[in-house]
């Protein structure tokens, strides 16, 4: 499977910031994915990152709130912009890796734990 | 609409007995299912996986998982609990992409916190 490293780990920021999350993968991955762990809750999709593409994101989720980039195979940023204690979350990329069609699954980085206050 | 509902929050046992993580999971099709763990300020790991093969699945640690679609379940077991088991586990639900199933949209279980006590 693939190895993600992702960074911060962890950062606490003033509100009205922004911070950008690196994620980098040891392979060439087609797709990167973003999702957000609110505090006690499940995770959820946050966007699709494609390489060369404009990132696909789920409904709730707008681009000028949380920009990506992906500028190539193997590296996405996620921005979380103009934030506000509500932002506080676990922030976690992923890939899907593939071992043989037609199955796949998916490899989580550690997350980014994000305070704002 | 895909839906994943794991039936306890929190799970305790005692070291050396057997877990029982339930969940229970709604798809329009045979969906793929998942199950993660969570340790402590760490990130998720797959457990295994449930993508139309073999109905008993065996995953890492120990864990299966054996799915059962008249049930619509998908219930996570180890035989003896470790301590090394304690975290969240996550059961993940997706519909195969080739029946519309969004790639990477997994939809994921609220999680079950496991306690093990010595």
């Known amino acids: ?117 | 609409a895909q839906s994943v509902t794991q039936l306890d929050s929190h799970v305790s046992v005692s070291e050396g007995t057997p877990v029982l993580l339930r969940c229970n999971y709604s798809s329009s099709y045979s969906p793929s299912l998942f199950w993660y763990v969570q340790h402590p300020n760490k990130g998720l790991q797959l457990l295994l996986k449930y993508t139309s093969a073999a109905t008993l699945v065996k995953g890492i640690n120990g864990f299966e998982a054996e799915f059962k679609k008249s049930e619509t379940s998908f219930h996570l077991t180890k035989p003896s609990a470790h301590m090394s088991d304690a975290a969240e586990y996550f059961c993940v639900v997706s519909d195969p992409i080739e029946y519309g199933g969004s790639q990477g949209n997994l939809i994921f279980g609220k999680g079950t916190k496991l306690s093990v006590k010595p």
Do not use: H
Request: a neutral charge; glycine letters at 6%; charged letters at 15%.
């Open chain 1, 1 to 117: 499977s693939a190895v993600i490293s992702q960074k911060p780990s962890r950062d606490i920021c003033q509100r009205g910031t922004s911070l950008t999350i690196q994620c980098q993968v040891d392979s060439q991955v087609t797709m990167m994915f973003w999702y957000r762990q609110q505090p006690g809750q499940s995770l959820t999709l946050i966007a699709t990152a494609n390489q060369g593409s404009e990132a696909t994101y789920e409904s709730g989720f707008v681009i000028d709130k949380f920009p990506i980039s992906r500028p190539n195979l193997t590296f996405s940023t996620l921005t979380v912009s103009n934030m506000s204690p509500e932002d506080s979350s676990i922030y976690l990329c992923s890939v899907d890796y593939r071992q043989g069609a037609p199955t796949y699954g998916y490899t989580f980085g550690s997350g980014t734990r994000l305070t704002v206050v």
